[in-house]
């Protein structure tokens, strides 16, 4: 990708844009990071409150409709 660009006299500007991509790319990764993480702490807490009772009624059955 950028040889072609490199023919084309682009170079610089290809490399620009694929440092700005790989930016992105690694801020939204240690986003979804941050969010898992964050979220299973979360979890972890509301089981350390009450451990006998987390998630006993278990999820809601649809299926008898």
């Known amino acids: 990708m950028i040889g072609e660009a490199e023919k084309e006299g682009k ?3 290809m490399r620009e844009r694929l440092a700005k991509f790989r930016l992105r790319s690694k801020i939204k990764a240690a986003a979804v990071l941050i969010v898992v ?3 299973l702490f979360w ?3 509301i ?3 009450d451990p006998e009772h987390f998630l006993k009624g278990g999820l809601p059955d649809y299926s008898r409709r």
Do not use: S
């Open 43 to 45: 979890v972890q807490t």
């Open 37 to 39: 993480i964050a979220g």
């Open 47 to 49: 089981y350390n409150v």
């Open 11 to 13: 170079g610089d500007e």
